[in-house]
């Protein structure tokens, strides 16, 4: 089987980060401006020359900006192919290469009419655009290494909130119950409870093909029907979406997990849960919606263990290209996650 891809925004400690992904575009945006607007106070005397001068500032620092983005976005996939300080290197080089150009054709627009050294200001620019692109790749740099460190606390934290003792103990005893009356269900049931903590005892991937997550949240349902028999019933609407998509390991087996443990389990008359996955555009949709018992408004802390955790893995995947909704109604309880569709033919570049 393939080695899945990452495509966190810093996939390595020394990465460079990733020009294709809106978190890095939009921080570089607010990065950027924030240290032109440090400059403009340092150079105004008043507020009033504040504005003038971060206007004075916008009219270079935009340009440069959107075209240096733009570049970059297209020289992604180079860049993801050569070490760390070429990459540096080549990213400085090339936002130092369009400051001086769109300054010196410029003209006017851009030289300050009491400037009496063209060459000083044009060689200004071009030093403060390596300076400002230098802290962006030191931050990015940092950050990946922050993020590093949480991604595998992140993981940790999934080890240990996948193997819930109460569903180890009822399978066993579920599997005990059928072992003489029927052992080849019984051997299917040990097989599938042994490749369900293989999955969770792995160490996973950043992003895995949907259709291994489907057939272990199928395996563990089957273990839980063999338990709850027809009380336990489960609805796939699969459109438009191949098994080979990519997603994050054990998402949808928590979300199962705790539909079935605190939504159809406290139910007599059992109830049905509703998987949908679909395809939007660019976007993978995943919605879980389940029947829960008539409750309190505040919901149980079992399920924000589980639902945080997971919170916390697409955050650092896929930054603020993904969102996480819960709607929790008197009798229901529905997540829906959505987040970029990224399939092995289309993979994302690695940052």
């Known amino acids: 089987m393939n080695k899945a891809p990452s495509i ?27 240290l032109a607007l440090m400059q403009a106070i340092l150079l105004a005397n008043s507020w009033t020359g504040v504005a003038q001068h971060m206007m004075q500032i916008n009219t270079l620092l935009t340009p440069v900006l959107f075209s240096s983005l733009l570049l970059l976005w297209v020289a992604q996939p180079w860049l993801n192919r050569i070490a760390y300080r070429r990459g540096m290197v080549a990213v400085t080089g090339l936002v130092v290469a369009l400051t001086l150009s769109i300054y010196y054709f410029g003209g006017e627009l851009y030289r300050p009419p009491d400037s009496a050294d063209g060459y000083f200001d044009l060689m200004r620019c071009g030093l403060l655009s390596a300076v400002v692109c230098g802290i962006l790749l030191l931050y990015f740099r940092l950050r990946s290494r922050v993020l590093s460190r949480a991604l595998s606390d992140a993981r940790l934290q999934v080890l240990r909130a996948r193997i819930r003792p109460h569903f180890l103990f009822n399978t066993i005893n579920a599997v005990l119950g059928i072992v003489r009356a029927q052992p080849k269900q019984a051997e299917t049931a040990l097989e599938d409870m042994a490749d369900l903590f293989r999955m969770a005892m792995s160490d996973a991937d950043d992003l895995v093909p949907l259709g ?15 338990r709850m028999g027809d009380r336990l019933r489960v609805d796939w609407q699969i459109r438009d979406v191949s098994d080979d998509v990519l997603i994050p390991p054990l998402l949808l087996q928590p979300l199962l997990e705790n539909a079935v443990y605190h939504g159809i389990e406290p139910l ?7 998987v949908a996955l679909r395809r939007n555009g660019d976007q993978l949709h995943l919605v879980v919606e389940n029947p829960c018992p008539v409750r309190a408004d505040v919901p149980h802390q079992g399920n924000l263990v589980a639902l945080r955790n997971i919170r916390e893995r697409l955050d650092l995947l896929f930054d603020v290209e993904a969102s996480y909704h819960v709607e929790s109604g008197k009798d229901f309880y529905r997540v829906e996650i959505i987040f970029p569709y990224v399939s092995r033919v289309k993979e994302r570049p690695l940052p």
């Open 8 to 34: 966190r925004q810093n996939a390595r400690q020394d990465g460079l980060p990733n020009f294709r992904n809106l978190g890095t575009l939009l921080r570089i945006l607010i990065i950027s401006n924030g």
């Open 212 to 226: 291994r997550e489907i057939q272990l949240s199928k395996q563990y349902l089957a273990l839980e029907q063999m």
């Open 268 to 274: 007599s008359q059992g109830g049905s849960i509703n």
